[in-house]
C-alpha cells in the first residue's frame, strides 16, 4: 500500500520543485515588482473576501437544499435531488458569460422583456458566479454529512423539550461540522484558483496576478513567486481545515444500529421550500443551459460535425483514463490515512490537495519543463495530460472514498482475516464490495472536473488534439458564440449523464 | 434503487473500457509526413486555411493552439526538443522576441518579396500574413458622429472621464504602447496611461469584452481592434456599436499584424516554407479579407466592402518599425510601474 502512495508524493512535488528552482532563479528586482506592492495587498485582500463571500454564500443555500433533499417529503425529492448537482457540469466561465449577457441595455433581459437590468460585475458578479459553480460541491458534502449522522441524537433532544430550532442549532449543525469544513476546504481552493470568473467579472484576485505575469513576460522567472504565494495561501487553508477537523471527534457510543429515520413532513412548507429549490434550479441550470441553446440556435452544423466528433473522443480518452487513474491512485492514500492513521498518512492524505492548489497553469509549465528535461520521448503525449488530470483532481477522488471506508467496519475485515483470507483477498473479498458506491463516485467527480479542464489542457495537449472545452474556450475567444454552443451542449450532456450515477450513489455510501 | 444503481455502474464501467482501449491507442502520436503548427490565432480563422491547404498539397498540419504568448514560453522551454516547423503568431512582437532568442529560419526570397517591406520581419526571418487596426469603438445609441476625438491622446480629458473601456493586458494593447513609447517617448506614453487611470478608464479582460461593455451600456467609448465588431455585426446587424479611426498619422490607428516563421527546430522545411507561402497566396488573402476581415498584405486582393480600402488604412496608419514592437518588457515595466500589472 505505501508504494503506490509514495510514488503519488513524488509525483505530485515533482512539477512544484520546479516552481522553487525557478523563483530561486528570478531576478530579485522583478521579483519585487511583482510581488512586494500596494497591489498585491488589494488582490491579497480581494482573494480573500471573494473566498469568504462565496463560502457564506453556498453554505447558506446549500445546507436549507440539502436537508430539504435528505431529510423530508419534498415534492419531487428525486428531482430535485438530481438538478441541484448539475451545475457541477457547467464551467465557471460559462457561468459568468451568462450572468453578463443576461443584463445591460443590450443584454438577453433587454431583448426579452423590453426593461435593461444592470449588469453584475465586480465583487457581486464573482461572488454569484462562483457561488452558482461551488453550490453542488458544498450540497454533496453536506448531504454526505446528514446522511451519515445519527438521528437519535436529534430524537433525544426533541423528547428532553427542545424546540426544532434550538435542536438544529445545537445538535445538527456540530455535526454538521466536518461536512461544512470538507466543503468549505473544497470552495476556497476553487476560488483561490479561478481565473475565469474573475477576469470576465473585472474583479482582481492573486490568480489574476499570476495570469498577467505569465501572459506577458514572454518568459515564466516573474510568475513563479507568484504561484508559491498562491500555493502557500491554499497550504494555510488546508492545515487549517485539518487542524478543525481534528477538535471534532463523532463517534456513537454503543455498538446498536443507527436509527432508521423517516423523512420529515414539510406539510404548508412544501410550497415555500419548493420555490426556494426551483430558484436555485433555474439560476444554475435553466440559466445557463437556455443561454447556451440561445446562442447555437440557427449554427449551420455542415463541416463541423467531423471536428465535433474528434472532440468528443479526445475528451474522453483523456479524461476517462484520468478518472480510473486518479481514482486507483486515491485508494491506497484514503485506506492508509484511515485503517492506518497517523502523522505520516495524513500527511499523504493533504498532499493530495496540494496537487488540487496548484495553479494549474503553474502546474502545466512545471510538468512541460519536467518531462522535457526528464521523459523528452513522452512530451506532447496524451500520457502527460492524464498524468496532469489525475494529480490534480487526486484530492476530489480521495473524499468519497474515504467516506465510504468510514461506513465500512474494519470488524468485518477483521473476521475475514480470522477466517484465514490473507490481506489481499480480504481487500478484494471484501472491502472492495463495500468501497464500490464511493469508487464510482471518485470515478465520476474526476471525470466531470477533467471534462470542464482548460489551462492544463491547453499547455500540455498534443498538436492536433482537442478537447471539448479547449474547442468552447476557442470560439468564445473569437467572439464566435454560436460556433461553441454545440461543444458546450455536448458537455453539458455527457456531464449531466454522470451528475445522475453520482447521486445515486451519493446514497448508497450513506 | 437496486436497478439505478445497476445502470449506474454500467456507465462507469464503460468508462473504466473506454480508458483502457484509449490508453493503448494514444501512444505513439507522432507521424512522419505532417507539418506541426504552434497557433496563437483562433481555430476559428485557421482551420479553414487550414484545411484548404492539406486539400490541395496532401501535407497534413497538426495545429497546437495557444494564446500567443504562452506559445512564444513554450517554444523557448522545448528549445532543441520542439516538435513545432511552423509558428503563426498573432502579433508582431512574440515573432520579435523569438527573433531576439534566434530560433527562426530565413525565410525564402520569393515568400519575402510577395509583401511590402513594412510587412517583413528583420533579415526576412518572419512575415505578416494580414494586419489589423486599433480603432475607436463607441455607442451609436449615446455618441453623435460630431464628437469623436481626433486623437487617442484626446481620451484623457474630462469630457471621457469614466466612460472609456481598454484591456490592458490584452497583447494588442500593450503592442500599442509600445508603439507610443517607440514613436512619442516614454514620457508622453507614461503621462498618457497616467492620464488614463486618473479620468477612470474602464478595465476589461479582452477586446470582446470591451465591445460589449459598450453595448450593454457600461462605458461609451472603446480601444480595441478593429475585426471583432464586424464579427458582432455579422451576427446582428443592429449591434449598437460603431467603430472609428483617429485623425491621419495618430498612433491609435497603430497596423499591429499577424505572421509567421519557421522554426530552425524544424525537419519538414520544405513543406514549412509552402505552407508560409500559400498564406500568402491570393486564396489565403481573400480569405482573410471576407471571412475575417482583417487586411490583406498582398495586392489582387478584393476588398471587403466592410473594410476601408487597404490604401487609405495605410495612409492614416502611424509609421511605425514593427521589429520594434518586440520591447515588450520595456512596455510591462512601465505598465506595472503606473500600475496596471
Aim: charged residues 15%.
Amino acid at each position: 500500500m505505501a508504494a503506490p502512495a509514495l510514488v503519488c508524493a513524488v509525483a505530485v512535488l515533482l512539477p512544484l520543485g520546479y516552481l522553487v528552482v525557478r523563483s530561486l532563479g528570478a531576478d530579485a528586482g522583478e521579483v519585487g515588482r511583482v510581488v512586494f506592492r500596494w497591489q498585491s495587498v488589494v488582490q491579497l485582500s480581494n482573494t480573500l473576501l471573494l473566498c469568504a463571500g462565496v463560502v457564506v454564500v453556498t453554505t447558506v443555500t446549500a445546507l436549507p437544499a440539502a436537508w430539504l433533499t435528505s431529510r423530508t417529503d419534498l415534492p419531487m425529492k428525486r428531482f430535485f435531488a438530481i438538478a441541484l448537482v448539475l451545475p457541477l457540469a457547467i464551467p465557471g466561465y460559462l457561468m459568468a458569460y451568462t450572468l453578463l449577457s443576461l443584463g445591460g441595455d443590450y443584454g438577453a433581459a433587454f431583448h426579452i422583456t423590453g426593461v435593461s437590468v444592470p449588469r453584475l460585475g465586480g465583487y457581486v458578479g464573482s461572488l454569484v458566479a462562483l457561488s452558482v459553480y461551488n453550490f453542488p460541491y458544498m450540497l454533496l458534502n453536506l448531504r454526505a454529512g446528514l446522511g451519515a449522522y445519527d438521528t437519535s441524537l436529534e430524537e433525544v433532544a426533541r423528547s428532553l423539550g427542545h424546540r426544532p430550532g434550538r435542536v438544529f442549532f445545537s445538535v445538527v449543525l456540530p455535526q454538521l461540522r466536518p461536512a461544512i469544513l470538507a466543503g468549505t476546504l473544497l470552495v476556497s481552493l476553487h476560488v483561490i484558483s479561478d481565473f475565469g470568473v474573475v477576469s470576465l467579472m473585472r474583479y482582481e484576485t492573486f490568480s489574476y496576478a499570476l495570469y498577467q505575469a505569465y501572459q506577458g513576460a514572454y518568459g515564466t522567472r516573474g510568475a513563479a513567486p507568484i504561484a508559491l504565494i498562491m500555493m502557500a495561501l491554499a497550504g494555510v487553508f488546508i492545515v487549517a481545515e485539518l487542524m478543525m477537523l481534528r477538535r471534532v471527534v463523532l463517534t456513537r457510543a454503543g455498538a446498536g444500529q443507527a436509527r432508521v429515520r423517516r423523512p420529515l413532513r414539510l406539510r404548508r412548507w412544501a410550497w415555500p421550500a419548493l420555490v426556494f429549490v426551483s430558484v436555485l434550479v433555474l439560476v444554475g441550470v435553466v440559466l445557463p443551459v437556455l443561454t447556451i441553446v440561445y446562442g447555437a440556435w440557427g449554427v449551420e452544423m455542415g463541416s463541423q460535425w467531423r471536428s465535433l466528433r474528434g472532440a468528443v473522443v479526445d475528451s474522453l480518452s483523456v479524461s476517462a483514463p484520468a478518472a480510473v487513474v486518479a481514482t486507483g491512485l486515491a485508494l491506497p492514500i484514503a485506506y492508509m490515512a484511515r485503517r492506518y492513521p497517523s502523522r505520516w498518512s495524513a500527511g499523504l492524505e493533504r498532499l493530495g490537495f496540494l496537487g488540487y492548489a496548484t495553479p494549474p497553469l503553474a502546474f502545466a509549465l512545471g510538468l512541460l519543463v519536467i518531462t522535457l528535461r526528464v521523459v523528452p520521448g513522452l512530451y506532447q503525449t496524451a500520457f502527460v495530460l492524464v498524468y496532469a488530470y489525475s494529480l490534480h483532481f487526486l484530492a476530489e477522488a480521495v473524499g468519497p472514498i474515504r467516506a465510504g471506508l468510514f461506513a465500512a467496519n474494519p470488524r468485518l475485515e477483521e473476521a475475514s482475516r480470522a477466517l484465514g483470507y490473507g490481506p489481499m483477498s480480504t481487500f478484494a473479498r471484501v472491502t472492495l464490495p463495500l468501497l464500490r458506491p464511493g469508487l464510482i463516485v471518485s470515478l465520476s467527480l474526476v471525470f466531470l472536473s477533467s471534462m470542464k479542464e482548460l489551462p492544463l489542457s491547453m499547455l500540455l495537449a498534443p498538436p492536433g488534439f482537442e478537447t471539448l472545452s479547449m474547442n468552447i474556450w476557442q470560439y468564445t475567444e473569437d467572439a464566435m458564440y454560436a460556433s461553441a454552443a454545440p461543444y458546450a451542449l455536448v458537455v453539458l450532456g455527457v456531464s449531466g449523464l454522470f451528475v445522475g450515477v453520482l447521486v445515486f450513489n451519493e446514497r448508497r455510501i450513506s | 434503487m437496486r436497478s439505478h444503481y445497476f445502470r449506474a455502474s454500467h456507465l462507469v464501467y464503460c468508462l473504466i473500457v473506454l480508458a483502457l482501449s484509449f490508453g493503448g491507442g494514444s501512444v505513439g502520436a507522432a507521424q512522419a509526413e505532417s507539418l506541426v503548427l504552434y497557433s496563437g490565432r483562433g481555430k476559428a480563422l485557421v482551420e479553414p486555411i487550414v484545411g484548404r491547404f492539406t486539400e490541395e498539397t496532401g501535407i497534413e498540419v497538426r495545429v497546437k493552439y495557444g494564446k500567443t504568448a504562452q506559445l512564444a514560453v513554450a517554444l523557448q522551454e522545448e528549445g532543441e526538443q520542439s516538435p513545432a516547423d511552423v509558428f503563426w503568431s498573432q502579433d508582431a512582437g512574440a515573432l520579435g522576441a523569438l527573433v531576439g532568442a534566434e530560433m527562426f529560419l530565413p525565410l525564402s526570397e520569393g515568400t519575402l518579396g510577395l509583401v511590402p517591406e513594412v510587412y517583413r520581419g528583420a533579415d526576412g526571418l518572419w512575415v505578416a500574413t494580414s494586419g489589423r487596426a486599433r480603432v475607436l469603438a463607441y455607442s451609436s445609441v449615446r455618441v453623435g458622429g460630431g464628437n469623436l476625438p481626433g486623437s487617442v491622446f484626446d481620451l484623457t480629458d474630462a469630457t471621457y472621464r469614466g466612460r472609456v473601456g481598454w484591456a490592458p493586458t490584452n497583447a494588442s494593447f500593450q503592442a500599442f504602447v509600445t508603439a507610443m513609447r517607440k514613436t512619442h517617448g516614454q514620457d508622453a506614453a507614461k503621462a498618457w496611461l497616467v492620464g488614463m487611470i486618473e479620468n477612470d478608464a474602464q478595465v476589461y479582460p479582452k477586446n470582446t469584452a470591451i465591445i460589449q461593455a459598450i453595448a450593454a451600456g457600461e462605458v461609451d467609448y472603446g480601444l480595441p481592434n478593429h475585426y471583432y465588431l464586424l464579427r458582432f455585426k455579422t451576427a446582428d446587424k443592429h449591434y449598437p456599436v460603431e467603430q472609428t479611426s483617429f485623425a491621419a498619422g495618430d498612433i491609435g490607428n497603430l497596423v499591429n499584424v499577424a505572421g509567421v516563421g519557421v522554426l530552425k527546430t524544424s525537419e519538414h522545411v520544405e513543406a514549412a516554407q509552402a505552407f508560409v507561402a500559400y498564406l500568402l497566396s491570393s486564396k489565403a488573402q481573400q480569405y482573410f479579407a471576407s471571412e475575417t476581415f482583417e487586411y490583406p498584405v498582398v495586392g489582387d486582393v478584393i476588398p471587403s466592402p466592410r473594410l476601408q480600402p487597404l490604401e487609405l488604412l495605410r495612409g492614416e496608419a502611424p509609421a511605425v518599425d514593427l521589429d520594434t514592437l518586440e520591447d515588450l518588457k520595456g512596455t510591462l515595466e512601465l505598465l506595472a510601474e503606473v500600475g496596471l500589472r
